[in-house]
Structure formats: C-alpha cells, structure tokens
C-alpha cells in the first residue's frame, strides 16, 4: 500500500507538476487505492479530479470515469494527453463504429481512462464487452446527479450500479461531488450501495470569500456600480443569451473591457474568449452558466450574479469560481424583490404537464423514425420548429419538455452541441464523379470535389456531420457561401443536407416505450423538489444571519461558528454598534470637503487602522462614499 502511495506522488509530480497532494487529496487517494469505496466532498476548485485521475495511472486496469457533461469529458481528456495520460471517451457525438472501435482499444489495455455518460453503461454493446475490459475503478463525477435533491438531478445516475453489476464487486469504487446536502450523501451512498464508506470532506467553508447581497431594485446602476470599483478579473452570470449581449454592452460603454459567453458562439469564438479571459486580456466576462465548466482561473476577483440561480447548489459552484488562488474574493448576488416570484413562475411554466411531456417524447420518437422497443443507431438532430409542426405545441414549452425528457434520462440531449452541417449523397460515388466532370462550372466542381473528399464513403450510406467551424476553414468559404451551395446541388438532386444551428442534437437513453413509465406524481415530485430548492435559495437572499454560517449548514457542517465576521450581513451588523457608528460617523465628516485617502483618513480621526478599514467597506457597501482610483487611491463623499 505504502509503495502504491509513493507511486502515486511520483506520478503526481511526474504528469502534473505538483510536488505533493493538497489537503484532502492524499486522503482519497490512499483510501482508494487501499480498496476502500470511498465519497469525496470538496468545494468547488478543491481538486477532485487529482483524486481519482492520479490512483488511475498507478493502477494496472482501467478506471471508467462517469461524467454528464459531453464537454467536460473532451476537456478532461485533452488535459490527460497533452500530459501523456492515456485517456479517451465514449459517447453519442462519435459514430457507433467509433465508440466500438473504442471499446475494442480499451480492451487491449490502450487507456487508463474511460469517460462516459451513466447511459452509455445500459447500452447493448457495452453489455456485451462489459465482462473484458480491464476496468478496475470507478469514479462517479459529479455524484450529486444521482439525488432527486441534487441540482442537476439525472434518472439514469441511479441505475450505474446495477449496470455494472456482473463486475461491480470486483472493481474499486469513488464518488466525488462539490454539493451534496446530507439529503444528496445519503441517496449518493444509498445509490451506489455503498457498505460504510470512508468520507472524505473538506467542509464548505471558503475563509477568503466575503459572501455578498445587493437587493437593489434598480439592478443594471448596481452592477455597473460593483465592477466599476471591482479591481482585477471577474465573471457576471446573467440567465439569458440577450442578457449577456445587453449587460456586456453596458459594461463595455462605461470603459471596461468586456466580452460576452454563450452557447450561441461558435466553438472558436468561446475558445478565444475563455483564453483572453484567463490570460487577463479581458478582465471581464458577461455569460450564461455554460461558461466557467473546467475552466481553471485561480485570480478570478469576484463572480456576480445577475440573475437569481434555482438553488444553492447551483449558485454555490458558480460564485466558488472566485478566489481559487486562495486570496480575498467576492461572490455578489444582486437581487430585487420581484426575483422570487419571477423564478417560482418561470419554474411552474416551464414544467410541462404530463400529457404534453408524453406527447413531446412520441412527436420526438415518430420523427426520428424509431419504433416501440427500438432506438436510434446514433445521436440525430432534435429539430424543435419540427417538433412544434408535428406536435402542435409551441416550441418554448417543446424545449422544456425535451428537457425534462433528458432529466428524467429517457432522453440523452448533448448540451454543448456545436454547429453543424450534415450531407447525405443522393448519388453513388460514381454518380458524384460524373457530376463533377460534366458541370461546365468550376467554382462548382471544385466544391463537390471538396465535399466528397471531407465527407468521405460514410456520406453515401447516412447523414454525416461536421463542425461549421471545421468546414469553413477546410472548404475555404464564409457559412452563407456554403450554405448557398448546398442549396444549389440539393435542387439538382445530388445531395441532401441539414443544418443544424441551435438545435442540439439528441438519441433515446432507453429504447422507445409502448406505455410512458413515470407517473403524475413523480413528474410532480420533482417539480415540488425544484421550488423547494428554489425557497431556500430565496431565503439565502434574504437571510439576516452570517451567509457563510448559511451556507455551511446548509450543506450539513456542524459546530459552524455564528460569524464570519466578512459577509455583508457580520459586517453590517458590526456597523451598528454604538463604537462603530461613531466611526462611520466621523469618516464621513473627514470626508466632508474634499476626498481623503485611507493615509489621510487615518491621521484626521486617530482611529486604528482595522476599524477605519471596516467602516470604509461598511460606507462604500451602503454607497454613502466613493473610491476613486488615480495614482493614490482616495474616498469621496456621495450626495444624497
């Protein structure tokens, strides 16, 4: 065990540079790599995937990860071989032949990592290769997905057991999360049937984050008033693709750079952003939760979010993307009265009624041409103006149908979908050769030329996809250039193509059921469970006591002390004693006639340097001064 341990170290150092775990990993590690089933519960940006991703390269087998992300799993992957680790995936984005052939290297001892969906174990093919493939470990990321409870709630999450049931005795088994409430532990290790696991936790407590509200009703003045006075990097979380455009325009308007993120941006653009972000060469990103997946920035100063999040869970990974480095950082909700109530409606709007989920999941089924007890030969187009058309419902309530039909794992939509183009030949290759040879245009020839050579033999049997982006620089044509071609030998009957722009594309999770198997009730509980975790998000929002102190508890820590003594709210009340108010109160007579600077503040009052600066942060909270930032940073009186 110990020389498994050394290993391990050495290996840790040897791929990813670092000389020795950090608190907690160790712990994991050894318990795993003893054999233990073993729960990892880290914050966000505490190093989970080191716990499982370094006893991988010591081990002689195989450790099949489960991921519920496709990007997170091309991101992981790419990370693991630009260090030399062996790492592939499998999932509904590459071919059936591709995955087989994947399975097959796999087998033959060619990885040391495996990602995939909790889907993917139900599968036939993987039923059929299960028994040789040298799987010696397990890791279920993101373990939460498993809990009703659990933010992300995912069906499928709960049968990973059973899938592996011929080989799960045999096998080592980790399960890793950055939000579980004791609720989610309980159904984690319940799940999983885990006998007495070694837990290891690092408690939710992140000591450098000054947990933050703003209930302001006048919201876009408060956000532009927060990064205006933020110093360094930081992210704005807004709900909506227009809102990122909108705020990220005001932002830039009152002279900071700033971009905005969305899965509506091509995979290049996203890219370039998240680079220039981390690099520091935009401080400031204006996005939709799809950004901040697997991006590792430690110097990121604060996260604001816009709009209100669904739960704590959700809100709490995204605003622990502040401070990584350790360094005092903050997490910023601004919140509005009307916010509650608006997110309540949203929910109860966007949870179809059973009778329309069923019909969405036949319409779905009908269009891809699958029958009762079949499913389709791999991941196609989910066209929701389609759907709309042949289901008689409006699309908005189709997209949160298809949703819930993925929650509920019947269903597998692949979030982060590019756009793609997909050609099918309607001719033999001999037929394609005798159209290029008899066009009397060139520019025309040369494209079918391009498009027979990138689409390749598979085109002339099936719809065969490739990234807009990939097609644009290997055809050398702007989209619209390309489009208008395709659109040109479609009509001569030579091919036919789709485009898919925002339209995800998706494949059953299970094959087609005859009779829809959740009831009422269980479509319902879950609705129930949504707006209850959305109470307690509220009630974080409007919470008097220590929002750490909240937070800690609510994910289950005992003996958490009543103050941080950083939050808005142990600050304010700490303003209020009769010493501070005095304080405040002469702070702002020095700064009566003309700005001060702290040094200057400090001589004028005589008052300890730790009380000046609390009352600062106090008066610059409750916008009763100004910080101005020139060559000396100074503090203005504000008119009220």
Not at 341 to 354: F, M, Q, T
Not at 384 to 413: F, H, M, N, Q, T
């Amino acid at each position: 065990m110990d020389q498994l341990l050394e290993k391990a170290r050495a290996n840790l150092k040897k791929y990813w540079g670092f000389p020795d775990f950090r608190q907690g990993q160790d712990k994991a590690v050894a318990s795993v790599l003893k054999g233990n089933e073993t729960l990892v519960l880290f914050p966000t940006g505490g190093g989970k995937s080191l716990c499982y991703q370094v006893p991988a390269t010591v081990l002689d087998g195989m450790t099949v990860v489960i991921s519920p992300l496709v990007a997170l799993m091309q991101d992981q992957v790419d990370q693991l071989r630009e260090r030399g680790v062996s790492a592939t995936f499998v999932n509904s984005t590459i071919p059936k032949h591709e995955v087989e052939q994947r399975l097959i290297n796999a087998r033959n001892h060619m990885y040391k990592l495996m990602y995939c969906a909790p889907e993917r174990l139900e599968t036939e093919l993987w039923q059929n290769m299960m028994a040789e493939l040298p799987i010696e470990m397990v890791a279920v990321d993101e373990a939460h997905c498993i809990s009703e409870w659990g933010h992300d709630f995912r069906p499928s999450y709960r049968t990973i057991k059973d899938a592996l049931e011929p080989i799960a005795d045999h096998i080592r088994w980790m399960a890793l999360t950055a939000t579980a409430t004791p609720e989610v532990r309980k159904d984690i290790v319940q799940s999983l049937k885990m006998n007495d696991p070694t837990v290891v936790s690092l408690g939710f407590e992140r000591p450098n984050l000054k947990w933050w509200v703003l209930r302001d009703e006048q919201k876009e003045k408060r956000l532009l008033d927060t990064v205006k006075k933020a110093s360094g990097s930081g992210l704005v979380y807004a709900g909506t693709r227009n809102s990122c455009e909108y705020l990220a325009g005001r932002i830039m308007q009152n002279g900071i750079t700033c971009k905005v993120y969305h899965a509506g941006l091509s995979s290049v653009e996203r890219e370039t952003i998240q680079q220039e972000w981390i690099d520091g060469r935009v401080p400031v990103v204006v996005a939709t939760n799809a950004f901040g997946m697997g991006i590792d920035k430690s110097d990121c100063r604060f996260v604001v979010h816009y709009d209100m999040p669904y739960s704590i869970e959700a809100y709490y990974q995204e605003a622990g993307r502040a401070g990584r480095d350790g360094k005092e950082s903050y997490p910023i909700l601004i919140y509005r009265n009307n916010d509650f109530p608006e997110a309540r409606k949203r929910i109860e709007e966007s949870y179809p009624d059973r009778e329309t989920i069923i019909t969405v999941y036949n319409a779905l089924c009908d269009m891809w041409e699958v029958a009762v007890g079949a499913m389709p030969v791999e991941a196609v187009p989910i066209d929701y103006d389609r759907l709309a058309e042949r289901s008689k419902i409006r699309k908005r309530i189709i997209i949160a149908a298809v949703r819930i039909l993925d929650r509920l794992g019947l269903v597998e939509v692949l979030r982060y979908q590019q756009p793609q183009i997909g050609i099918r030949f309607a001719v033999t290759r001999g037929g394609l050769r005798d159209a290029i040879r008899n066009t009397q245009n060139p520019r025309k020839a040369d494209f079918l030329d391009r498009l027979g050579r990138l689409f390749g033999p598979e085109a002339f049997s099936g719809m065969e996809y490739f990234e807009v982006d990939y097609l644009r620089q290997k055809l050398e044509l702007p989209l619209n250039a390309i489009l208008r071609g395709l659109n040109v030998v479609q009509n001569e009957q030579l091919l036919l193509y789709h485009h898919i722009d925002e339209n995800p594309l998706g494949t059953l999770s299970q094959p087609r059921y005859r009779k829809f198997p959740f009831s009422r009730k269980e479509l319902e509980s879950h609705r129930n469970t949504l707006l209850t975790k959305l109470d307690r998000m509220a009630a974080y929002a409007e919470t008097l006591q220590c929002r750490s102190r909240f937070l800690r508890i609510y994910f289950g820590e005992e003996n958490v002390p009543e103050k941080c003594g950083k939050c808005d709210n142990c600050l304010k009340a700490m303003s209020k004693t009769p010493d501070q108010e005095k304080i405040n109160e002469k702070v702002l007579s020095c700064l009566g006639e003309s700005a001060c600077s702290f040094e200057d503040i400090k001589s004028k009052t005589g008052f300890p340097r730790a009380q000046i600066k609390q009352s600062v942060e106090f008066l610059l909270r409750e916008h009763f001064i100004t910080r101005i930032e020139e060559e000396t940073i100074r503090y203005r009186r504000n008119k009220h």
